[in-house]
Nanobody, 124 residues
Framework: QVQLVESGGGLVQAGGSLRLSCAASGRTFSSYAVAWFRQAPGKEREFVVS????????DYADSVKGRFIISRDNAKNTPYLQMNRLRPEDTAVYYC?????????????????WGQGTQVTVSS
């Protein structure tokens, strides 16, 4: 079993930055691809970005490409999401998730473990 605990969310003005973290329990973190998803009120959960087990491959949703950066520190069992130039439409609960799939994937059903989510609110 793996447990994920996100942190780093909060309230920020448009144009600002936040850095999300996702502490993962267990010693097999490096065996999983990682993704961040988000869900805004009244909307379905959507894919944001994913990173492969090694960190070599990444995949960004068009809406965040060039503004968000995903990374992972396998020694610390922690992935990160650096969010820059935030926009009001980025407001959502952000979830990290782990998948045993090779490479990267946007399919939520491929992710075995999910965090509880952290709220990100961007004011205009």
């Amino acid at each position: 079993q793996v447990q994920l605990v996100e942190s780093g969310g909060g309230l920020v003005q448009a144009g600002g930055s936040l850095r999300l973290s996702c502490a993962a329990s267990g010693r097999t973190f490096s065996s999983y691809a990682v993704a961040w998803f988000r869900q805004a009120p009244g909307k379905e959960r959507e894919f944001v970005v994913s990173i492969s087990r090694s960190g070599i491959s990444t995949d960004y949703a068009d809406s965040v490409k060039g503004r968000f950066i995903i990374s992972r520190d396998n020694a610390k069992n922690t992935p990160y999401l650096q969010m820059n130039r935030l926009r009001p439409e980025d407001t959502a609960v952000y979830y990290c998730a782990l998948s045993s799939a090779w490479g990267t994937t946007r399919v939520p059903q491929a992710y075995n473990y999910w965090g509880q989510g952290t709220q990100v609110t961007v004011s205009s």
